[in-house]
C-alpha cells in the first residue's frame, strides 16, 4: 500500500519535468517560426500615353438658331383684321397674301380722292381755256393787262390744284394698298400675334416670317475671345435637340459693340448641313478653336493628369526600374494654355512617354503600380 506522501512525491516530480520539458518546446516552436516580410502595396493606375500634336485652345459658347432672314410684318395703317389665311408654319410665296384689313374706309377715301381729281381737271381744263381767250383778246387790245394776268394767275393756281388732287388720289390709293400685308419672298410663317376680327394699330406686328436657306446661330462671345474671332472662321455647332448634330459652320458676322448692360459681343454663324431639321429657336452650343501661343508640338494631356502644389505643376511618368517593375515617378512640368480636351504641356514631357491619369495626388513619388486596361485617348 502507498502511502500519501509517496503519492505527493511522485506528482511534485511530473510538475517539475513538466516545467522543464514546455519551455523547451516554446523554444523549438519559435525557432522554426520565420520572421513576417514586409509587402509592397503595387497601386493599378489609369494612364495615357503622350502624343505630340498642335496645340489649341478651345472655347464653346451657347446661343439659339433662328432663320436667315427673321422679320415681324406690321400693317402702315389701322384697322380690323378681316383675313389671315396664313397659319403658323404655312409656306408662302413672294406676294402671297399673309393677312388684311378691312378696306372699306379706305376705298371710300380713294373714291372720293378720285371724285377730287375729276374736279380738279374740270377747273384746270376751264382756267386755261379762259386764258387762252384773253391773250387772243390782249394780243388784239381788246383785253388788257390786268386781264390777261388775272386769267393766268387762275389757270395756273387751276394747275397747282389738280397736282395737289393727283397726289390725294396716289396717297388715298396707297393707303388701300396697305390694308393688305404680302410676303416679301419665300417664306414660313413662324407665329402669329392677331386673330381674325381683332383691331389692329399701326406698327403693331401681326405675323413672323422665317426666310431664307440655312439657319444661322447668334452666339454672344466674351471681350477675351471676341478679338480672335475673324468672318470666315470655322466653327463646329452643336444642336442639342438633334442627335449626333456636330454641324460645320463659318462665322458670318461679327458685333463691333456690346449692347448696354453686357460685356460680350454678338456673332453670327451660318450653318452648312442639316438645314432643314434645325429650326428657329433651337439651342445651339458653338465650338470655336483658338490656336495658342503654344501651337506646334507641344503635348496636350488631359487635365487629371496635372498635379499642383507651392512647387509648381506636375505630372506622374510611368517607368519601369532595373527589375523591371514599373513605377510612378513625380516629375515637374511647365503648363501652356487650356485646349479642347485638356492642357499644354510646353516642356517637361516628351511624345511616347506614359503618365497617370487618375488618383495623381494619392500617389508617391517612386511608387509601384501597375497598368489598368488600355490607354486613355487624347484627342486634338
Known amino acids: 500500500m502507498v ?29 522554426e517560426q520565420a520572421p513576417l516580410e514586409e509587402q509592397t502595396i503595387v497601386r493599378p493606375v489609369r494612364y495615357t500615353q503622350v502624343v505630340a500634336q498642335g496645340a489649341s485652345e478651345a472655347r464653346t459658347y451657347s446661343g ?30 413672294r406676294g ?34 379762259n386764258y387762252d381767250r384773253t391773250r387772243d383778246l390782249y394780243e388784239t387790245q381788246n383785253a388788257s393787262r390786268t386781264q390777261l394776268d388775272s386769267s393766268r394767275a387762275l389757270a395756273e393756281s387751276a394747275e397747282a390744284q389738280h397736282r395737289a388732287a393727283t397726289q390725294q388720289v396716289e396717297a388715298a390709293r396707297l393707303q388701300l394698298s396697305y390694308s393688305r400685308l ?23 406686328p401681326v405675323v413672323q416670317l422665317n426666310c431664307g436657306g ?16 475673324d468672318r ?3 466653327v463646329t ?36 448641313e442639316r438645314c432643314e431639321e434645325v429650326r428657329s429657336g433651337m439651342a445651339v452650343d458653338v465650338r470655336f478653336e483658338f490656336p495658342t501661343a503654344a501651337a506646334g508640338d507641344s503635348p496636350v494631356v488631359p487635365y487629371v493628369a496635372v498635379g499642383e502644389d507651392r512647387n509648381g505643376h506636375y505630372v506622374f511618368v510611368i517607368e519601369p526600374d532595373e527589375s523591371g517593375a514599373l513605377r510612378a515617378n513625380r516629375r515637374p512640368v511647365e503648363v501652356g ?14 511624345p511616347g512617354e506614359l503618365i497617370a491619369t487618375a488618383g495623381v495626388r494619392r500617389l508617391t513619388p517612386g511608387q509601384e503600380v501597375t497598368l489598368l486596361g488600355n490607354p486613355e485617348p487624347t484627342r486634338p
Do not use: K, W
Open 182 to 204: 404680302t410676303a416679301p419672298q419665300a417664306c414660313t410663317v413662324a407665329e402669329t400675334f392677331v386673330e381674325v376680327n381683332q383691331n389692329v394699330s399701326p406698327g403693331q
Open 3 to 31: 502511502s500519501g506522501r509517496g503519492i505527493l512525491h511522485s506528482r511534485a516530480g511530473s510538475i517539475r519535468r513538466a516545467l522543464i520539458i514546455l519551455p523547451l518546446i516554446a523554444t523549438a516552436f519559435g525557432c
Open 337 to 350: 494654355g487650356a485646349a479642347h480636351s485638356g492642357i499644354v504641356i510646353v516642356d517637361g514631357l516628351a
Open 64 to 93: 439659339a438658331a433662328r432663320a436667315e432672314l427673321e422679320t415681324d410684318l406690321s400693317f402702315r395703317v389701322g384697322s380690323t383684321l378681316t383675313e389671315r389665311p396664313a397659319d403658323v408654319g404655312s409656306e408662302v410665296n
Open 237 to 272: 455647332a452643336t444642336v442639342n435637340a438633334l442627335p449626333e448634330s456636330a454641324i460645320p459652320g463659318v462665322v458670318s458676322e461679327v458685333g463691333v459693340a456690346t449692347g448696354a448692360r453686357s460685356t460680350t459681343y454678338p456673332v453670327t454663324i451660318a450653318l452648312a
Open 214 to 229: 440655312c439657319a444661322e446661330v447668334v452666339v454672344s462671345v466674351s471681350d477675351t475671345d471676341i478679338s480672335r474671332v
Open 96 to 129: 402671297d397674301l399673309v393677312a388684311a384689313l378691312d378696306n372699306t374706309d379706305f376705298q371710300v377715301r380713294l373714291d372720293e380722292a378720285r371724285a377730287g381729281l375729276a374736279r380738279a381737271e374740270a377747273e384746270r381744263r376751264n382756267a386755261e381755256a
Open 232 to 234: 470666315g472662321m470655322e
